[in-house]
């Protein structure tokens, strides 16, 4: 869950200046032990969005290097997909089974309301929709709410959507042909996200191979959709023409990497990399055409986006159907650049906020 990293300067300044992060908010209360971090990255595109998660992490560094991670990459994710979002997350310090109440949800809440939009939040690791009426009771500035409260609803079919969008992508930088009939895919990891994406999968004619942590989940999803369960190790070992992670972070590492047999990896889940700098290019390296995972994955964000600016399920699909078009500009990017495609999405996200600041720096 909990990624660290090297950094040159462990200062809390220093870390905070890194990534040119605008600000971070403490967040304390005594009577209800609430230990939270708000980050706020980059808001020249717009409000900075993204979820809170709530973690039990072993020191309040771990915590901050979380929150500073997860929130520029909230930056990127709604920059290259063209929303006027900027990029945030929130961390709450404590054991959700034990330490979750209401009134540490609703003091959490003041503290996002105190920063008057700034910052909006969402739904993450280890909140329920329920915590989240709680913190909607102190504040506004609350998205991806269920639609019975007059939210956006489930992310998991969009963000599956993009994905697929992305990976037909890919498959032509690959094959030459967006045509995934008959195309080998291996899905790991088949939760919400994952059994939208086999539907999709599944109805082009694919072949799958899939795993999941949960054996029965694993099982009923293959009688489903056709497809062979094998296990939890064996997926990186499978004779594939696409290797979908779906499940966590940082499957692509020195372990794995040498054993994707392969041409595309692409997959929904967040953090694939485990360090971009030296497994971004391994796969180049490889022959591996990668579709960055902040902007396949970017649906769930553009349905959330949904809430703030307006815009129905229809629009979102379409605004996610763009996915396609803009995974192509950016493996086109990376071949003329001599780089890797996450190199180059960052690139492209970091050039659209820097051109749009721009724009707003006069009345
Ligand atoms: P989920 O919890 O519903 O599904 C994840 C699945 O992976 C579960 O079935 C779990 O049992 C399985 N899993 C866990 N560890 C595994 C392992 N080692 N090997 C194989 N399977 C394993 O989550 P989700 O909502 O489907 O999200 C999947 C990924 O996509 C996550 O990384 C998430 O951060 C990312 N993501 C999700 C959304 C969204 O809209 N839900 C949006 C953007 C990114």
Redesign the pocket.
């Known amino acids: 869950m909990v990624e660290t990293k090297e950094l040159t300067d462990t200062s809390v300044f220093g870390q905070i200046a890194e990534h040119q992060h605008e600000q971070v908010v403490f967040c304390h209360d005594h009577e209800t032990g609430l230990r939270a971090i708000i980050g706020i990255h980059n808001t020249v595109l717009g409000p900075a969005l993204g979820g809170t998660r709530m973690w039990h992490y072993a020191s309040d560094a771990e915590a901050l290097n979380d929150v500073l991670r997860l929130s520029r990459g909230m930056t990127y994710k709604a920059a290259i997909s063209g929303l006027n979002l900027g990029g945030g997350k929130a961390v709450i310090i404590g054991d959700a089974k034990t330490m979750k109440t209401e009134a540490l949800l609703r003091k959490f809440g003041r503290f996002v309301r105190n920063l008057n939009g700034k910052y909006i939040t969402a739904e993450d690791v280890n909140m329920t929709t329920k915590d989240m009426e709680y913190i909607r009771q102190e504040t506004k500035h609350v998205s991806g709410l269920p639609e019975s409260m007059g939210g956006s609803g489930d992310?998991?079919p969009?963000?599956a959507y993009g994905t697929y969008m992305g990976m037909k992508a890919a498959a032509h930088k690959a094959f030459g042909s967006d045509s995934l009939a008959g195309k080998r895919v291996a899905v790991?990891?088949?939760?919400?996200?994952?059994t939208y994406l086999l539907e999709y999968l599944q109805k082009e004619g694919a072949k799958l191979v899939l795993?999941?942590?949960?054996e029965d989940?694993a099982l009923e999803a293959a009688a489903r959709f056709g497809a062979t369960a094998v296990g939890?190790d064996e997926?990186y070992d499978q004779e594939v023409d696409i290797y979908s992670p779906?499940?966590?972070?940082a499957t692509l590492n020195d372990n794995t990497l040498s054993r994707l047999k392969c041409q595309v990896v692409a997959g929904?889940?967040?953090n694939q990399l485990a360090d971009e700098n030296i497994h971004g290019p391994a796969l180049v390296e490889r022959g591996i055409i990668y579709a960055p995972d902040f902007l396949i994955?970017a649906?769930?964000l553009i349905n959330v986006a949904s809430e703030v600016h307006g815009g129905n399920r229809q629009s979102v699909m379409t605004q996610t159907e763009r996915i396609y078009d803009f995974t192509t500009q950016v493996l086109a990017r990376a071949e003329q650049e001599g780089s890797h495609p996450q190199a180059a999405a960052i690139r492209q996200a970091e050039e659209r906020i820097a051109a749009i600041g721009k724009v707003k720096s006069t009345f």
């Open positions: 992310p998991s969009v963000t790991q990891g088949v939760g919400h996200v994952g795993t999941d942590y949960y989940r939890l997926i779906c499940a966590l972070g929904c889940a967040n994955n649906g769930g």
